[in-house]
């Protein structure tokens, strides 16, 4: 932890106080060659995921996570999309755009504009047209606005198993930003299926997954699939998580471990309507 963040402190647990960027890095290289396993949660921008993933393998640490070969591709939004445009998993047309770059007059508006690596819905922006544009100092992606409903899919997975959480509806703000406000879930069974099932046609477009794995989507209004797609595949934990284990009988992070070690593990819905937010908080919906 950072030392000034005083109150961060988890009962059981070792705290290892980082008092500088070189601290943090052989600290982390330390503790993940003699950990039993590393799980890397952290933003894909700037390369902080990729990076950290790395380390962990090259210091002899044991990933229950994904690997930096799955999260070189996740990272890239527009790597990601053009992957699974070739495996004919439907995504959002889009372009990239250098910093300096205009928006082109010829694309199809509304559309929306984000950093090619971004996380956290930071920088993303809505757009009518290509006059208002945004302030960007690195590349960007500029793809088609998908309109539907906004929802994600967490998958557990190992090199011969995947286990399908269950489908979470996601709440983005409305001020043209585009910005992640939670969830709640469960979704309707034939929404639930259509989510799942364009979960698992995007890993198996992808390399091979470990760890938890949160999957991006709109649903649109065609019953059948018709206007669904995958907008970003999220190479790490989610703030879904939250909401999925206190929807889940199991304990979410063991199932996890025990998925990633190559055991075959169902999970058990209990079927209570929550909500949660981007806090960690959860409340349950009577």
């Not at 590393?38 to 090259?58: H, M, Q, S, W």
């Not at 992957?83 to 929306?112: K, N, W």
């Not at 208002?132 to 793809?143: G, N």
């Amino acid at each position: 932890r950072d030392p000034r963040v005083l109150q961060f402190s988890l009962p059981g647990c070792e705290i290892v106080d980082i008092i500088s960027s070189a601290a943090h890095h052989d600290e982390f290289e330390r503790l993940a060659a003699i950990a039993d396993a590393t799980i890397v949660i952290a933003p894909e921008f700037d390369g902080i995921l990729l990076k950290a993933a790395r380390n962990a393998v090259a210091a002899g640490g044991t990933l229950f996570s994904p690997s930096p070969e799955f999260i070189g591709i996740a990272a890239n939004k527009q790597q990601t999309c053009e992957t699974l445009e070739v495996a004919g998993v439907p995504t959002p047309r889009g372009i990239v755009l250098e910093s300096d770059e205009p928006l082109p007059s010829d694309f199809a508006y509304p559309a929306v504009i984000k950093p090619v690596d971004g996380a956290g819905s930071q920088d993303i922006y809505l757009l009518n047209g290509p006059h208002a544009v945004p302030a960007y100092a690195w590349p960007r992606r500029l793809e088609q606005y998908v309109p539907g409903m906004a929802a994600s899919v967490a998958v557990l997975c190992n090199s011969t198993c995947r286990v399908v959480l269950p489908a979470c509806r996601q709440r983005i703000s409305d001020d043209g930003r585009l910005r992640y406000l939670g969830g709640s879930l469960p979704l309707a069974t034939g929404l639930a299926e259509r989510a799942a099932t364009l979960a698992i046609r995007t890993l198996a477009a992808l390399p091979p997954a470990t760890g938890y794995i949160g999957i991006d989507l709109v649903l649109g209004r065609d019953p059948h699939g018709g206007e669904d797609a995958v907008i970003e595949v999220n190479p790490r934990l989610t703030t879904s998580y939250v909401g999925l284990r206190a929807a889940l009988a199991e304990n979410l992070a063991e199932i996890m471990c025990q998925v990633v070690r190559g055991a075959e593990q169902g999970v058990s819905f209990n079927g209570r309507p929550l909500e949660f937010d981007t806090e960690g908080n959860v409340s349950f919906v009577r």
